[in-house]
């Protein structure tokens, strides 16, 4: 069984920036490919970001590029997103969700996901 704990979510003006992280218990992290997603109200939920250890490949979402990068630490069992630039539109329960694979998936793909961690940008 696999639990994943994310932090690091706030309020945060436009143009600012944030770091959440999400923590994994279970073995195998190494072999996991790692999502992040997200899901304002009224919307589906939706991929921002991907990092398969496996093919050494990290996606984004186009309406991320170049603003958040996702990243990992193995030895801490830790994935990160650090989010720049942050706009209104961002605004979202964020997600950290996990499966056993070699490619990145939507999110039926996904075996674990965390609890959520509020992000909100204002204006």
């Known amino acids: 069984q696999v639990q994943l704990v994310e932090s690091g979510g706030g309020v945060v003006q436009a143009g600012g920036s944030l770091r959440l992280s999400c923590a994994a218990s279970?073995?195998?992290?190494?072999?996991?490919?790692m999502g992040w997603f997200r899901q304002a109200p009224g919307k589906e939920r939706e991929g921002v970001s991907c990092?398969?250890?496996?093919?050494?490949?990290?996606n984004y979402a186009d309406s991320v590029k170049g603003r958040f990068t996702m990243s990992r630490d193995n030895a801490k069992n830790t994935v990160y997103l650090q989010m720049n630039s942050l706009k209104p539109e961002d605004t979202a329960v964020y997600y950290c969700?996990?499966?056993?694979?070699?490619?990145?998936?939507?999110?039926?793909?996904?075996?674990?996901w965390g609890q959520g961690t509020q992000v909100t940008v204002s204006s």
């Open positions: 990092d398969s250890s496996s093919t050494g490949t990290t």
């Open positions: 969700a996990a499966q056993y694979s070699y490619y990145c998936t939507g999110p039926s793909g996904y075996e674990y």
């Open positions: 279970g073995r195998g992290f190494s072999n996991f490919v």
